[in-house]
Each structure stands twice: as C-alpha cells, then as structure tokens.
C-alpha cells in the first residue's frame, strides 16, 4: 500500500511539473509577444521617420542628412536593443534570428549614409541606401513570418 501511494504522489508530482511547464511556455510566448509588440511600435514609427527623412533629403545639405540620419541610426539602434533582449519562444526562433540580423543591417545601413553624407562620399551613400532597401525588405518579410507564426490565421 505504501509504494502504490509513493507510485501516486510520483505520477502527480510528475503531471504538476508537466502541466508547470507548459504554463511556463504559454506564459513565455505571451510575454514574448506582449514584449514584441511594444518594441515593434517605436521601431516602426522611426523607420517611418528615415522614409521621410530620405524622401525629403533633396535640397538638403549633406551636413543637415549625415545629422538627421545619424540621430535616427542611434534611435533605431536603441529600439533594436529592445528586440535583441527579447528572448523568442522556439516556434519563432528562426525567424526571429532572421528580423534581428537584418535590423542590424539596416542600423549599419544607417549609420553609413550618415557617414557618407559627413564625406561628401556620393558612391558610398548610394550604395547604402541600396543596401538599406534590400535589408529593410528583408527585415520587412521576417516580420511577417514571425506575425505569422505568433498569430496564426
């Protein structure tokens, strides 16, 4: 009678610890997402603010974008920090890696228009600006595998 009792409180320890840790992993991607969704807004809003900025770069001086685009550099690069902490539940670990790597791009894409607009470098800047649309729509198509796979149709 004693070992059916320990063979007992054993199994219902063991189904607490399972049902502990599914809670746990539920409870990790609601935070993930909670965390995701509150880094992705103001990282939108100054990605938003580059377009423009770049859009209305004509008649500017190079002083005035290398400026702008390099205080928008540093604010994206601080948003980004908020993505980089997130910690992604493993059904969106792939493509969460790969929203990370190309918003790193597209800050380093930044910071070198900046750069180039402080040298006057005409070629560097064009081809950062190439670059930063390549990365950026990287960056675009990981963001929707990673809504995909968080909020499934």
């Not at 399972?18 to 809670?23: E, I, P, S």
């Not at 770049?54 to 601080?78: N, Y």
């Amino acid at each position: 009678m004693h070992h059916r009792r320990h063979s007992m409180a054993t199994a219902a320890a063991t189904l607490c610890l399972v049902v502990l840790a599914a809670c746990g992993g539920a409870d990790a991607t609601a935070q993930f997402k909670s965390g995701y969704a509150a880094a992705r807004g103001p990282l939108n809003r100054t990605f938003n603010a580059v377009v423009k900025t770049l859009s209305a770069a004509r008649g500017k001086s190079a002083a005035q974008i290398a400026g702008t685009v390099g205080a928008l550099a540093d604010r994206f690069g601080s948003e980004v920090d908020s993505i980089r902490a997130l910690k992604p539940p493993a059904s969106v670990a792939t493509a969460f890696a790969t929203l990370r790597a190309s918003l790193d791009r597209v800050e380093g894409d930044l910071r070198r228009i900046s750069l180039a607009a402080k040298g006057k470098d005409l070629a560097g800047a064009e081809l950062a600006l190439e670059n930063l649309g390549s990365d950026s729509r990287s960056a675009s198509e990981a963001g929707a595998v990673v809504k995909q796979k968080l909020y499934p149709s």
